[in-house]
């Protein structure tokens, strides 16, 4: 036994270690704020959390927790459990020392004598903490820095740094992390078991149930507690996967795993506007829900400032939802289908090639590719024959788009669309005329800010992300003039009356720029535009790209687009788009009433009063010369049709005629003829028989079946 004397000796060796220990101990501040956790909070530019996240994989330490936050029954047990004098001494428990032997004082299979102070001195010190076992002279240094603690730090203090520092059961570390981890709880509510629990694995954090259930249970009974069922209740406890507080935020995951820094402090702030954030996750889930039923589970929400650039919200997936809830749409390349239309439209008002007012041809085509005959249709199946551009675009019509990138050339769409950020992997010749309808694969940030520069008319910069260089200077990308004549068709209710009539999502209270899109057989589909301050864009699909049943832009994305910039605008009601110099605002009538007269922009210069339909060059747009066709005999014949068509306006001189292999077959823009297998030329001709131009082509046959009927 070691007596008083062997007390006073080792207190004598304490007094021999030397102040340098004690000038480097910490502040109670400093050890506070130096705290490193493994969990993140994001925090909204209000400073609301909006997501949790954890960062660290190694070690779980959750945020610091004070001591008035901790559970009365929670530091009851804890005091029983490691130093039930902790209030009696100052630092170094003399009596347990004095009546303990010196092997059992410095044994490495217990805490012993080891007072809460103590420990908390080795959490402190890494050349204290204990590495296969504490050797005489950590022992003496702990002791040594317990003693100064006691002197620097409340008692209160100590208990609540010891509490938020001390190792807990596999990864976990500190009172916060376990109460989470194991309960669900914060340390405030943990029960009398539950702090039992914890106790015992202050002890032998990595005991087995059995050793922990009955250390546990001898807890309890000090406290006057039944320990009936502990240990069925901690199997439970070790075996269940970790939980998370109920009411901790989970708003922004997808945003938060690009803002979060490691090194940072554990609450970090961000652009994102918590307010509608979680109102575009609540929309979200609203509307996959009212879509229940069509194949369709996933979904994406961005909205930029557009001053500024920065993110306001960012919802990645529809989480639960999803069969891929990790995976952040706002990154993932899909189709966006029609959404490009506006660009097209753009390059082509500002190249002078159109106006608002012009007739473009929507009529069917068939354009020859180096992979074959490109047969573009509208979404509806239907044709409006001339139409002007302002109703063409509004009203999202497929074939005057693809005319018009043929006009611009592939390779200058491609051009202007990777000068607005969208980085398309190819080249313009690779995807060809079907890139004016969104065959090239983009994100919808990069889609929506390019939008974003229509809004700013014209002019480019990139999104604010964070753990990114500041973003580059502002550049011109696109005409204002031309951009403020695309925004103010794309908030002209008339004009899209066609395809979705007067009330659609789309018609909102306040000017707001928006467009729509559908990919190839319902994969995907798009809502993106803007007011005069934020653009805000939807995406709406499947993961795995799976199609969706009926579902389109304007049923699926612009309901959610809607509610956001409702919510964006809610007791600030949107501005009207500001009005660049330079701008012709006249009348404008077209022949025939073809379209009621109206108010229209034009860029100076190419105003027009009356649209006619003059004469234009006329040329065969199908078939192609050298054109070949093979019939299926699987299919009957009346439904294998050859249409011949042309382009271009005879004026008032009359209709086109057809001559086939010599002999009249019909007369008009188009003319529908049952394909017979051979070589053929065919002859476009004008009202009075002259010439304009002979193309050869070929149908190779093939026998009907047996036993099949034509329909005719």
Request: aromatic letters at 6%.
């Amino acid at each position: 036994m070691l007596g008083h004397g062997g007390a006073a000796c080792a207190l004598a060796l304490l007094c021999n270690l030397g102040p340098a220990q004690a000038a480097e101990l910490p502040s109670f501040a400093q050890t506070r704020n130096q705290h490193r956790v493994s969990d993140f909070t994001l925090l909204d530019r209000q400073g609301q959390p909006l997501q949790v996240m954890r960062l660290n994989p190694q070690r779980r330490a959750l945020g610091w927790v004070s001591l008035q936050d901790m559970s009365p029954a929670l530091l009851r047990a804890m005091l029983l459990s490691e130093d039930q004098r902790f209030y009696e001494h100052s630092g170094v428990d003399w009596s347990a020392v004095a009546a303990s032997a010196w092997g059992n004082l410095w044994n490495t299979r217990t805490r012993g004598a080891s007072t809460v102070t103590m420990q908390l001195a080795g959490l402190l010190d890494e050349d204290l903490a204990q590495r296969g076992g504490r050797s005489v002279g950590q022992k003496l240094g702990q002791a040594w820095t317990a003693g100064r603690l006691e002197q620097r730090w409340t008692k209160a203090q100590i208990l609540e740094a010891y509490l938020n520092l001390v190792p807990l059961r596999g990864e976990l570390v500190g009172v916060p992390a376990a109460a989470q981890t194991l309960f669900g709880k914060r340390p405030s509510g943990l029960d009398h078991r539950e702090s039992a629990l914890l106790a015992a694995m202050l002890r032998a954090p990595n005991a087995s149930p059995d050793r922990l259930a009955a250390r546990a249970c001898s807890l309890l009974r000090a406290m006057a507690q039944p320990c009936n069922g502990l240990d069925d209740e901690l199997g439970a406890v070790l075996t269940r996967k970790p939980l998370q507080w109920a009411d901790a935020p989970q708003w922004a995951p997808h945003y938060a795993r690009l803002a979060l820094r490691p090194d940072g402090p554990p609450a970090q702030r961000s652009t994102l506007d918590g307010r509608i954030q979680r109102l575009a996750v609540e929309s979200l889930a609203r509307q996959l829900g009212e879509l229940q039923g069509r194949a369709v589970e996933d979904g994406a929400v961005l909205v930029l400032d557009n001053a500024t650039g920065d993110v306001l919200a960012w919802v990645g997936s529809s989480g639960q939802r999803s069969e891929a809830a990790q995976v952040d749409h706002v990154l993932s390349r899909r189709q966006p289908g029609s959404a490009l239309k506006p660009f097209v439209y753009e390059l082509a008002l500002e190249r002078r090639l159109i106006t608002a007012a012009s007739l473009l041809d929507d009529s069917p085509a068939q354009i020859p590719t180096r992979a074959g005959v490109y047969l573009p249709q509208n979404y509806d199946k239907r044709y409006r024959g001339w139409i002007s551009a302002r109703a063409a675009l509004g009203n999202s019509l497929n074939l005057p788009a693809v005319r018009l990138g043929l006009m611009l050339k592939p390779e200058a769409v491609f051009e202007r669309l990777n000068a607005l950020g969208l980085q398309l992997p190819e080249t313009g010749g690779f995807y060809g005329p079907s890139l004016a309808l969104g065959s090239a694969d983009v994100t919808l940030l990069g889609l929506t800010n390019a939008y974003r520069a229509l809004a700013n008319g014209g002019h480019y910069s990139a999104v604010r992300l964070p753990k990114s260089s500041p973003p580059p200077a502002t550049r011109r990308v696109a005409d204002p003039l031309a951009s403020f004549i695309v925004a103010d068709i794309l908030s002209d209710n008339n004009a899209r009356a066609i395809t979705f009539g007067l009330t659609s999502a789309l018609a909102l209270p306040f000017p707001a720029a928006v467009k729509t899109g559908t990919s190839k057989d319902m994969r995907d589909n798009w809502c993106v535009g803007w007011s005069a301050r934020f653009t805000v864009g939807v995406w709406v699909g499947n993961s795995d790209g799976a199609a969706m049943q009926q579902v389109s832009g304007v049923s699926g994305a612009a309901p959610i687009w809607r509610d956001v910039m409702l919510a964006l605008h809610a007791g600030s009601p949107g501005k009207a788009f500001a009005l660049p110099a330079g701008l012709v605002h006249q009348r404008v009538r077209f022949e025939a009433d073809r379209e009621p007269a109206r108010e229209e922009y034009f860029l100076a210069g190419t105003e027009q009063s009356e649209l006619r339909l003059a004469a234009t060059a006329v040329s065969i747009s199908n078939p192609s010369p050298g054109a070949i066709y093979a019939l299926d005999p699987d299919i009957p014949p009346a439904h294998q049709r050859l249409r011949f068509q042309h382009d271009g306006q005879l004026g008032t001189a009359g209709p086109a005629r057809w001559r086939l292999d010599g002999r009249p077959i019909g007369q008009g823009a188009a003319v529908d003829w049952m394909p017979m297998p051979g070589a053929h030329e065919l002859v476009l001709a004008d009202a009075k028989g002259r010439e304009l131009q002979r193309v050869r082509f070929e149908v190779r046959g093939a026998s009907v079946r047996a036993g099949r009927k034509s329909s005719l």
